[in-house]
């Protein structure tokens, strides 16, 4: 039998809330302590693969990003608030790609 993960998105209302439309399970939090609870909350029932949280939610959880960087689940990938990008997202990837492969290729 398949396993059926899911996928979730956290960060403020206004970012988060289209996502639901798609079926993605959306968590609006109002501060990055919130935040923090939630993506440890998604990764410990081990059911959540990807995580989708806002740049600028992100910029105040580098530990809790750091911490879950090499895991295999749950993948976390930044994406833009309503805000605009604060181009985060790009520099881990533009990181991970160093790791892998030695060299920016970017």
């Known amino acids: 039998m398949a396993t059926t993960y899911r996928i979730a998105v956290i960060g403020d209302w206004e970012s988060v809330m289209g996502f639901r439309a798609i079926g993605l399970d959306t968590y609006p939090v109002t501060s990055a302590a919130e935040g923090k609870e939630r993506v440890k909350e998604l990764a410990k029932d081990g059911e959540c ?4 949280l806002t740049e600028q939610l992100a910029r105040e959880m580098s530990d809790v990003l750091n911490h879950y ?22 520099d881990n990837i533009q990181r991970a790609i160093e790791r892998a492969v030695g060299a920016d290729i970017l």
């Open 49 to 52: 693969a990807v995580i989708y």
């Open 69 to 90: 960087k090499d895991e295999l689940r749950p993948a976390i990938i930044l994406i833009p608030g309503r805000e605009g990008s604060l181009g985060i997202g790009r």
